[in-house]
């Protein structure tokens, strides 16, 4: 019980950061219409990075970062070259939106956002590991 709900926190903060990238107020700098579209373009490859590694988790995807017995580890499509693709994918897309904001708010908590996903793999890891 204490797991799944450790496991919530983590989802719950992730989706809080994620909002604060989204909504932070912006302004700070001029955003260059190269940024505007550099943007653009790694908010698309983020997507797109994350569709196909929800494609390849297919019945094991999941929000929280525990396995749900439903399939064996991954190790085919992107799971391949990427350890933690979703979650490559969110720190790819709000970097993206980060960059288009002009905001250190925005940038702030999308580095939060990174830190926090880079404890969440562990944490996870740590609960794929056969006992």
Same mark, same amino acid.
């Given at each position: 019980?204490?797991?799944?709900?450790?496991?919530?926190?983590?989802v719950i903060t992730?989706m809080?950061l994620?909002?604060?990238?989204?909504?932070?107020?912006?302004?700070?700098?001029?955003v260059?219409?190269?940024s505007?579209?550099?943007?653009?373009?790694?908010?698309?490859m983020?997507?797109?990075?994350g569709?196909? !590694? /929800?494609?390849w988790?297919?019945?094991? $995807?999941?929000?929280?970062?525990l396995?749900?017995?439903?399939?064996? =580890? @991954?190790?085919?499509?992107?799971?391949?070259?990427?350890?933690?693709?979703m979650?490559?994918?969110?720190?790819?897309g709000?970097?993206?939106?980060a960059l288009r904001?002009?905001?250190w708010?925005s940038? !702030? /908590?999308a580095?939060s956002?990174?830190? $926090?996903?880079?404890?969440?793999a562990?944490?996870?890891?740590?609960? =794929? @590991?056969?006992?």
């Open positions: 019980m204490r797991t799944r709900r450790i496991a919530w926190l983590f992730q809080a994620i909002a604060a990238v989204v909504v932070a107020p912006g302004n700070h700098w001029d260059s219409r190269a505007r579209y550099a943007s653009w373009v790694i908010v698309g983020a997507a797109a990075l569709l196909w !590694a /929800a494609r988790l297919g019945r094991g $995807l999941t929000p929280l970062p396995p749900n017995g439903k399939v064996d =580890l @991954v190790t085919g499509g992107p799971y391949r070259w990427v350890r933690h693709p979650y490559t994918a969110v720190m790819l709000m970097a993206g939106i904001s002009g905001s708010w940038c !702030a /908590a580095a956002l990174v830190a $926090l996903l880079a404890a969440k562990r944490w996870e890891e740590h609960h =794929l @590991v056969p006992t």
